[in-house]
Nanobody, 126 residues
Framework: QVQLVESGGGLVQAGDSLRLSCAAS????????MGWFRQAPGKEREFVAS????????YYAESVKGRFTISKDDALDLVYLQMNSLKVEDTAVYYC???????????????????WGQGTQVTVSS
């Protein structure tokens, strides 16, 4: 099993920055992709970004391209989501995810990812 624990969420103003972290533990017998999804009230879960096994392949939703950056620290088993120029519409619960047995993935389907964290709330006020 894999455990994913997000942190770093909070209440910020539009235009501010925030960095989310995801601490991973558990099963390590496979290559995998890490990513972030988000879910706003009354909306479906939405892909935000993914990072491949080597760290070089990165994919972003159009809505966050140029503002968000995904990265990881393999030595610490941490994944980050740096969010700049935050907008009110970025308000959501952000989930860390892992897709096993893949070197990279551009999939934006929640069902493609095997493990999910509990989520961290990000609220952006105007």
């Amino acid at each position: 099993q894999v455990q994913l624990v997000e942190s770093g969420g909070g209440l910020v103003q539009a235009g501010d920055s925030l960095r989310l972290s995801c601490a991973a533990s558990g099963r390590t017998d496979s290559v995998y992709v890490m990513g972030w999804f988000r879910q706003a009230p009354g909306k479906e879960r939405e892909f935000v970004a993914s990072i491949g096994w080597s760290g070089s392949a990165k994919y972003y939703a159009e809505s966050v391209k140029g503002r968000f950056t995904i990265s990881k620290d393999d030595a610490l088993d941490l994944v980050y989501l740096q969010m700049n120029s935050l907008k009110v519409e970025d308000t959501a619960v952000y989930y860390c995810v892992r897709k096993m047995h893949s070197y990279e993935s551009a999939s934006m389907q929640p069902s493609s990812y095997d493990f999910w964290g509990q989520g961290t709330q990000v609220t952006v006020s105007s």
